[in-house]
């Protein structure tokens, strides 16, 4: 029961951490609006973008963005790598967690595929326990 519990918690909080393209129309849904990229997204002003924080450590880094090019084959590698960085953020992930607590949040992005990016994988982060 108690596991059963916990993944339901999860799952409701990675139900209120929503990932969205910076170029997507901003809503009332989103809650609080997080841009997690290391680069303000091409030709969006501050007041299209509707950001209400902008934590650019938790970024991935400039070398292995680089590196990860959005090659499909390398997400995996790219995740333990992100994640290993982000190890060394603890600060900046405790100040996002507690922002965002009881909240519903979006984290904003300019990449193109979702599923293949960094929000994922720190939204998948911000949710663990």
Avoid: C, N
Wanted: net charge positive; no cysteine.
């Amino acid at each position: 029961m108690m596991h059963k519990a916990s993944t339901q918690t999860r799952q409701s909080r990675l139900q209120r951490l929503g990932i969205k393209r910076a170029y997507d129309k901003p809503s009332v849904d989103d809650g609080v609006r997080i841009l997690v990229d290391r680069l303000w997204p091409r030709g969006m002003t501050k007041a299209a973008l509707q950001i209400d924080a902008w934590p650019r450590a938790l970024a991935p880094s400039t070398a292995l963005r680089k590196w990860y090019g959005h090659d499909p084959q390398r997400f995996a590698e790219f995740r333990r790598r992100y994640r290993s960085e982000l190890a060394a953020h603890e600060d900046e992930l405790t100040a996002l967690r507690a922002s965002i607590k009881g909240r519903a949040a979006t984290l904003v992005t300019a990449t193109r595929e979702l599923d293949l990016s960094h929000a994922v994988v720190l939204r998948d982060l911000l949710s663990e326990d």
